[in-house]
């Protein structure tokens, strides 16, 4: 059997509004396998990014767990956590804001391995110039300093500095959706070589439903905190169950296509007022009466392939 | 069919302190009435500096040169207050972000009969009238009580609806809408897109859309334009464009776009855009970049190469 990576256990994350809770994270469970690639879609405001913060342990949850290579990362001793934090990485969607911009290209990329006390000086900058290479960042910027290179290139800088401590999985948060296309495509496929070289996991999260599956093994639909769907990219793309999944395929824009009718009206409800029931029941063209008082649980219903939607 | 709108060798220059930023360097394409015209481009291409410059909200270091030729007139060679009488009343414009171009402080109605009553186009209650009719038209729910509403009220894509609702009001002959769906969801997008056409196809209003989304453009549009570096690069029916793509950098956005469901490795164009402080008057904007380029494109204008009478190519592959 293959080895698991990251172990999700209904984990949840309510933050505090007012009075209210806004249910951010509400109950997600899922398993990642070594070398394996996980893409995460959904709109704003269904709880993606939320749910990364937790799988990186960088904000605690309500409830739940996460297990990073059989390890609590919320029960770990302070110790124990720093030697996972190696194991995890995050690269974000802003690659300007998240370099320091005091620091050159070189030192932005150092830092994780200065943090871990890993080589000296000298030869921390044969490993730097290695992995500017791996990721394509030509050496002459060793020394230049964020705001010198183009989006793309900081993107790549970005995702040089989360490889320093060969991680065994990395987060990527929207990694391209504030590139332009061109240069999305190399980022895309620089994810993809890394993959086929090196024995790295990966979750992607994006609201791109066509660049999720460009580079993921299977892909988790998710809608107002939870998962609605989970399954292989390709069974998830060619028999989409949810309904919702199958708005999302459908009102993706295809070159040369057609707009094609939707048949939801209206958008993801507010995380601090969730719809009773199923919370895609208020959009949803086949709404039964039960959809409206529980919620359904994610089931397996083919191997492999998880919904929840009271329809199976 | 004639032109609602001409642009003829269109050059929008900023003079700035660093130096001139030519946004738009000469660009040409006409629209006819009715019909959808898509400008597609990376960032810094230009596309919306060019649209920014006919309805001429640019700051004052902006100099704007060539031919805006809308119903026959140039409107260049208008003064701001006959331009006054243009926006809003025959070229409306929509953005990007509903937010930041809706008024927070005042109540949807209000902003959407606004552009009727500046014009002096309607009496307060006609006005009144009509902005409930257009609210309802464009999707909105209960738009009575959505009237006195304010903009934090409604959610992303329902602000665009007021944003449409507004630019429509007063039946503009040309709406603009600059990248009208990118900061909305998928399904909210597509939601958006079908109200565009739905109105176009009723009212007969010509659109310019603006986006960096090849497939949003070959959806939406009857004719695509593709800039670069400030340039035309290929302009063409939507058609023609699907089947016979010729110029490198329309094939290379094409390889870079993934597809869904469609198994294709993307191909992406290397380098990065062009810093438009560098870019020099002479060769082809996208020489650095190209896989076919040959000696003459740095140092030689790209000829235009008329694959047809509606397919447009600047590139010397095609000589």
Known sequence: MAQNILQVENVKKYFKVGKKDLKAVDGVSFTLEKHKSLGIVGESGSGKSTLARLILGLIPPTEGDVYLLGKSIFKASKNEVKQLRREIQMVFQNPYLSLFPHMTIGSNIEEPLRLHNIGTKKTRKSVILNLMEQVGVPPQYYNSFPHELSGGQQQRVAIARALALKPQLIVFDEPVSSLDVSIQAQILNLLLELKRKTDLSYILIAHDLAVVEYVSDLIAVMYLGVFVEFASTEELLNEPLHPYTQTLLKSVPVIGGEIRDITISGEIPSPINPPSGCPFHPRCPYKKEICEMEKPILKELKQQHYVACHLY | ?319
Not at chain 2, 100 to 108: M, Q
Not at chain 2, 136 to 154: H, L, M, N
Not at chain 2, 170 to 175: N, R, T
């Open chain 2, 1 to 319: 069919m004639e032109y609602l709108l001409e642009v003829k060798d269109l050059k929008t220059h900023f003079y700035t302190k660093k130096g001139v930023i030519k946004s738009v360097n000469g660009i040409s394409y006409g629209l006819k009435r009715g019909q959808t015209l898509s400008i597609v481009g990376e960032s810094g291409s230009g596309k919306s500096v060019s649209v920014l410059s006919i309805m001429r909200l640019l700051p004052t270091y902006a100099k704007v040169d060539g031919e805006i030729i809308f119903e026959g007139n140039n409107l260049l060679n208008y003064d701001d207050r006959k331009m006054k009488k243009i926006r809003g009343n025959h070229i409306s414009m929509i953005f990007q972000d509903p937010m930041s171009s809706l008024n927070p402080t005042v109540k949807i109605g209000q902003q959407i009969m606004e552009p009727l009553l500046w014009h002096h186009k309607a009496s307060k209650r006609e006005a009144r009238q009509k902005a409930i009719q257009m609210l309802t038209e464009v999707g909105i729910p209960s738009a009575k009580e959505r009237f006195d509403q304010y903009p934090f009220e409604f959610s992303g894509g329902m602000r665009q609806r007021v944003m449409i609702a507004m630019a429509l009001i007063s039946e503009p002959e040309l709406l603009i809408a600059d990248e009208p769906t990118t900061s909305l969801d998928v399904t909210v997008q597509a939601q958006i897109l079908q109200l565009i056409r739905k109105i176009q196809e009723r009212r007969g209003t010509s659109v310019i859309l603006i986006t960096h989304n090849l497939a949003v453009a070959t959806m939406v549009s009857d004719y695509i334009v593709v800039m670069y570096g400030g340039r035309i690069v290929e302009k063409a029916t939507t058609k023609e464009f699907l089947k016979n793509p010729l110029h490198p950098y329309t094939l290379g956005l094409l390889n870079s776009t993934p597809i869904l469901k469609s198994r294709k490795s993307l191909n992406p164009i290397p380098g990065q855009p062009p810093d438009l402080r560098k870019l020099k008057d002479v060769g082809c904007p996208f020489a650095k970049r190209c896989s076919k380029k040959m000696p003459r494109c740095e140092v030689e204008n790209p000829p235009e190469i008329k694959v047809s009478n509606t397919h447009n190519v600047y590139c010397w592959l095609y000589v």
